[in-house]
């Protein structure tokens, strides 16, 4: 397996990965799959500024995805990021996550950014549309719980609770240096 660049070419290998969450499971909040149109550009604008990855195999087919996206539009707020991770149905618990994150971490601290923030779906009742997988696998990763949202999400006639988890993986210090936007 190797971790590199997505670039639009590879947006309905992505969409084949995104879909089953859509449709099946409430870790995402989306009702609708994204158009490839839709998703081409969720590609282009996420890449003008952060890393978005994807682990391959050695025939070429893509097992999962990784991003980092802007947190909050305002200035104070660019040494933090949302970090987003989906991986093949048949690929979790396999390791792509975790050389996705470690990767997609490593770009993000050459960049100076400070705090990843995870935004994950929670239920405190197991289901067959959302488990507590994400959550587990965030705390593996060195993530922890900073906020929980209580039955905000809606999806299969079920209100789901949305939690934040937070990782810092550099030094806030008074003369911050910029982020390198676009640069990783």
Known sequence: MRIERVNEKDTADLLEIYAPYVEKTAVSFEYDV??????????????????????????????????????KDRAAYNYAV??????????????????????????????????????????????EHLTNASMYFHEKMGYTLVGTFHKCGYKFNKWYDMIWMEKIIGEHITEQLPVKFGNY
Do not use: W
């Open 34 to 71: 994204p158009s490839a149109e839709e998703f081409a550009d969720r590609i282009r604008k996420i890449t003008a500024e952060y890393p978005f990855l994807k682990a391959v195999d050695n025939s070429g087919k893509i097992l999962g995805y990784a991003y980092a996206a802007k947190f």
């Open 82 to 127: 949302e970090t987003t991770i989906y991986v093949r149905e048949n690929q979790r618990r396999s390791g792509v996550g975790k050389s996705l994150y470690d990767a997609l971490e490593k770009l993000l601290g050459n960049m100076g950014i400070l705090n990843l923030n995870a935004c994950i779906a929670y239920t405190s009742t197991e289901d």
